[in-house]
């Protein structure tokens, strides 16, 4: 008994609070009724503040371990399980108006929204490839049950592909765990990485099954990404969803992929050079296709859908390039990414719940109407757009910066993301110009909608605050990338 | 000086902009404009007061300050950090700029008529991302600055123009982030690679530097060229032009003035700071390249402009025909050509300023620009025709007016450099000095079209100009005859700078 208490105070505690909380809140749904569908929020929220504060109290210096060694604790997956806490606290704010509207399933969508954050946070901490593939798997899984709750009805239809798809990927994995397990008869990171350390080995097994494992291993974290050869579902599943759950898909996903993805390419980096360019041209053809597809959205959801695409497109530029370096920009990047997406989200959300506003065109002539929003959300997609003084700046400038140190071989790869960067300033921009236009259509706007609103005022004033004070976190940043 | 401080003068247009937007100001239009002119006027003085107490024989920087949030410098870690400081270049630029930026405050009355609290925010903006960029000492700060200035025009100029300033606003910013981004580019290289040599991860202008022992020709030929487009496509010379033209015949009267006021000072500025200090000896081997293109600035845009309906771009392809004479300048690559070109660009912005306040008085009375509908109108404006007679002799370069000094000083320079290709040199000097009767030609083309032709039937009950308005065009002609009369004044200020960039421009 004291053992479990200890290993869950030293590796586990944000993830215990948060299963407690899934439990009460199962548990409350069985006892209120729909009357009191707002109980499920407050639960759900206080669930994360307390798991927030709790990531506090894990020792995690230099690093722990639970469940034999299968569960990692240190200072880089505690990085990640806040960045997921903070979008998770967000996103409970952004979906008042969406449970609104389904008081009946308040509670079991916020439960399985909390297992969700909680897959999520167990996907960084994963240190073998069956832990590995059983939180992808369920975090995969929390996807597909938001995208059932909505109700409109070509939605079913848009979102099958993510279910298909996303099943066929999770089978390219399990072979490719199957195919490492095969060679080494180890599940470790740790230990398969010391297998093939030894040169003795390495001539004796084949190499080229190591990289096509690898290759088949890495399929699932291009298709959670968005990235190019899987990125066919973004925009259909993001325009069959619902709001809050399009925020949701493009950011904790996205967070806990990049994550063990990282620790992923670092333990294999040694036996993949040419893995090094192979994900370069992945994340510059991503970014050339979701610039181009971006530039001719009308629809507000999918336009954010290449954007993801976009956004991991550019991390992932920064991610090839290993280095510690390289990784704490990409960290700064997640971490400013985090902010601007889901003030950005926030301000689509806004418009949705208050005036029906879908589409860039329906978006014309609201400078006129509410002219602090407009301006909250043209900071904020400045800051995606990369210019120049909000956060998108300088964690383009050092994620780029890391790009150019790495040698003359990825300066073409960096020349043609800066020409796919600029294309994606200008669907950025498509959406500020048409907010500004002159026509005067009758807009009605509902002002009741105040948690999305102050979100986006949050969101907006961080990108502009991390800007200036982007020195401290660059630092921790490479703090962290370090105790990787 | 501790009350003269950088800080404040860059960032001082950027709080008076967010006090204007705040939603308690009030949102009447003549309380807005009158504070925005008495606040244009005390931080021109302010401005002014830097000139006052500027060493001109320190070589260097001068007011150097360091913006810190708390304490901790901007982005100590990637070797940034938000440091300001003027030279003498800088100082006149910025001098210039918020002069210009009065001059635009004075003349919006009559043009602005919508969204005031907009406008005024976004032209202080604007001034504030130009002053930053000729104070930064940091080569990021300076693009911060940089790309801050252009969401600004694009607001600028489609919120104010016509009914086609919307698409040319689009078309510009998007080519503006194009080049912006070979820039950016050339940065993060240069950034890298000087890294790399000196094992200081820094990005200070003054030590940047990229040693040609280490990389190869082409290497740094190829990370120049991404510098000269980005700054080619500001000043702008031809090739890169086509946007000028285009926003400033669509965009309102006050904006234009704004525009011609800084955009070449800007990017001669660049070229100045970071192709010719940082890579002198490439800027050595283009020099011949970059005055032929400066020639066939001169004799191409001044040729286009002859042809054109509109009198907007009329004097914008002359304002890019004038460029050429900077172009020629700088690649003389000696003293007097240098003084010359950096003279030729406060001079060519002032007064292509002022003739751009003569087109705004013109256009406010006769709601038109082309050329075919105007005429004669000097006979129901005397007061407008003698100064703009002034404006356009300036232009032109008469004696005793500014331009007069520059042109002189850049074709002498050209006549005297050493460039290896000697024949090549003389014959630009010879076709640069006939280029001028070229430069006569569609500026007097200009005037004889608007004042002295034949007087429409409907501009007979034309007024004459506003007190206001004559104010205004007075201050300018006065500048533009004192500059013409005492030079030095100017050229003192710079003269150490120049010295120092011949310096490294010799090695």
Redesign the interface.
């Known amino acids: 008994m004291y053992e479990i208490i200890n290993m869950i105070s030293t590796a586990y505690f944000p993830e215990f609070i948060i299963i407690v909380f899934v439990l009460i809140n199962i548990f409350a749904s069985l006892f209120f009724d729909t009357h009191f569908y707002k109980l499920s929020k407050w639960i759900t929220l206080l669930g994360i503040v307390l798991a927030l504060a709790s990531t506090f109290y894990l020792q995690i210096d230099p690093e722990a371990y639970a469940f034999d060694g299968t569960f990692l604790s240190n200072i880089y997956t505690v990085f990640f399980k806040i960045l997921i806490l903070i979008c998770g606290f967000f996103l409970v704010l952004l979906s008042r108006n969406m449970i609104r509207e389904k008081r009946d399933r308040a509670f079991e969508y916020f439960t399985v929204f909390l297992s969700g954050l909680l897959f999520a946070m167990c996907t960084v901490s994963a240190t073998d490839f069956v832990g590995l593939f059983v939180c992808l798997e369920a975090l995969s899984l929390s996807c597909y049950m938001l995208l059932s709750f909505t109700k409109s009805p070509d939605a079913k239809q848009l979102t099958f592909g993510y279910l298909i798809q996303g099943a066929v990927v999770s089978s390219l994995f399990l072979l490719g765990l199957s195919l490492i397990y095969g060679l080494c008869a180890q599940v470790n990171f740790e230990q398969i990485s010391l297998y093939f350390a030894n040169a003795s080995v390495m001539q004796t097994q084949p190499q080229i099954l190591l990289t096509f494992s690898l290759v088949l291993l890495v399929c699932t974290f291009l298709f959670r990404l968005g990235l190019v050869p899987f990125s066919s579902w973004l925009p259909d599943t993001f325009k069959g969803a619902s709001y809050p759950i399009c925020a949701y898909i493009s950011s904790v996903p996205v967070l806990a992929c990049f994550g063990i993805l990282a620790k992923l390419l670092m333990t294999f980096y040694n036996y993949t050079f040419t893995m090094k360019i192979v994900f370069a041209f992945i994340a510059v053809v991503t970014i050339i296709l979701g610039s181009l597809s971006a530039i001719r959205q009308e629809n507000l959801k999918r336009l954010m859908a290449y954007s993801m695409s976009v956004q991991s497109g550019i991390m992932l530029l920064g991610l090839c390039v290993f280095s510690v370096y390289s990784l704490s920009s990409v960290l700064f990047y997640l971490f400013c990414y985090v902010f601007a997406n889901i003030g950005a989200w926030s301000a689509i959300i806004l418009l949705y719940n208050s005036a029906r506003l879908e589409s860039l065109s329906d978006l014309k002539g609201l400078w006129y109407h509410r002219p602090y929003y407009v301006m909250a959300f043209t900071i904020v997609l400045i800051a995606l757009a990369g210019l120049a003084p909000t956060s998108g700046f300088v964690s383009k400038l050092y994620i780029f910066s890391a790009v150019a140190r790495s040698g003359f071989v990825f300066l073409p790869f960096l020349m043609i993301a800066l020409i796919g960067c600029v294309v994606m300033i200008y669907a950025y921009w498509r959406i500020i110009r048409s907010m500004f236009r002159r026509i005067d259509t009758g807009i009605e706007i509902d002002n009741h909608v105040i948690s999305s609103k102050y979100i986006l005022y949050a969101c907006s004033f961080a990108t502009i605050f991390i800007c200036l004070f982007a020195d401290k976190i660059i630092r921790l940043c490479q703090l962290v990338a370090y105790y990787m | 000086m501790s009350f003269l401080s950088l800080i404040w003068l860059i960032l001082a247009p950027i709080v008076v902009a967010l006090i204007i ?1 705040f ?1 308690k100001f009030p949102n009447h239009q003549v309380k807005i404009r009158r504070f925005a002119k008495w606040f244009a006027s005390l931080h021109f003085v302010y401005a002014l007061l830097f000139l006052v107490f500027f060493d001109t024989s320190m070589y260097g920087m001068s007011f150097e300050k360091e913006l810190t ?1 708390f304490g ?7 070797g940034i950090s938000a440091k300001f400081g003027v030279d003498g270049i800088a100082l006149l630029f910025v001098i210039l700029t918020t002069f210009v930026v009065l001059i635009t405050l004075f003349m919006s009355k009559i043009h602005i008529r919508s969204k005031h609290k907009l406008y005024y925010s976004l032209v202080f903006l604007l001034e504030s991302a130009i002053l930053g960029l000729f104070c930064a000492k940091d080569m ?1 700060v300076f ?3 940089w ?2 200035s252009l ?1 600004p025009i694009y ?1 600028l100029v ?2 104010w123009g016509n009914s086609e300033a ?1 698409r040319a606003a ?1 078309r510009y ?2 080519a503006a ?2 080049a ?2 070979f820039l ?2 050339g940065m ?2 240069l ?2 690679y000087n ?2 040599i000196s094992n200081v991860l820094t990005a200070n202008i003054e030590t940047l530097n990229m040693d040609s022992k280490f990389y190869p020709l082409w290497f740094q030929i190829f990370v120049f060229v991404n510098f000269l487009i980005g700054f080619a496509m500001r000043v702008p010379f031809v090739l890169f032009h086509n946007w000028y033209p285009d926003i400033q015949s669509k965009s309102s009267a006050p904006v234009n003035i704004l525009l011609s006021g800084f955009v070449l000072n800007t990017g001669v500025y660049g070229l100045i700071r970071f192709n010719i200090q940082v890579f002198p000896e490439i800027f050595k081997l283009f020099a011949p390249v970059l005055m032929i293109w400066g020639l066939v600035n001169i004799v191409y845009a001044g040729a286009i402009s002859i042809v054109q309906p509109g009198v907007k771009k009329m004097v914008s392809y002359a304002q890019i025909s004038t460029t050429g004479f900077v172009m020629l300048g700088l690649s003389c690559l000696n003293s007097v050509g240098f003084n010359g070109a950096v003279f030729a660009s406060i001079a060519s912005s002032l007064v292509f300023c002022s003739l751009f306040v003569v087109i705004s008085c013109i256009e406010f009375r006769t709601k038109t620009t082309y050329i075919t509908s105007l005429g004669g109108i000097g006979q129901v404006m005397p007061k407008c025709m003698y100064l703009a007679l002034i404006i356009c002799f300036a232009a032109i370069g008469v004696p005793f007016l500014v331009m007069f000094t520059p042109k002189l000083l850049i074709l002498t320079g050209a006549m005297l450099s050493n460039l290896d290709q000697q024949l090549m040199v003389k014959i630009a000097a010879f076709i640069g000095l006939c280029a001028i009767a070229v430069s006569a030609g569609y500026i007097m083309y200009f005037f004889y079209k608007v004042f002295c032709s034949v007087l429409l039937e409907q501009w007979k009950k034309l007024k004459d100009l506003s007190p206001q308005e004559t104010a205004v065009l007075s201050a300018l002609c006065l500048t533009i005859v004192y500059l013409g009369i005492n030079p030095m004044s100017i050229i003192n200020v710079y003269q150490s700078v120049s010295s120092i960039i011949l310096d490294i421009l010799q090695v």
């Open positions: 937007m939603p949030f901790m410098s901007w982005l100590k870690s990637l990021f693009f911060v600055f790309e801050l969401i607001f489609s919120q919307r689009m910013t998007f982030f194009v912006n981004m950016f580019f993060l290289i950034y890298y890294f790399a």
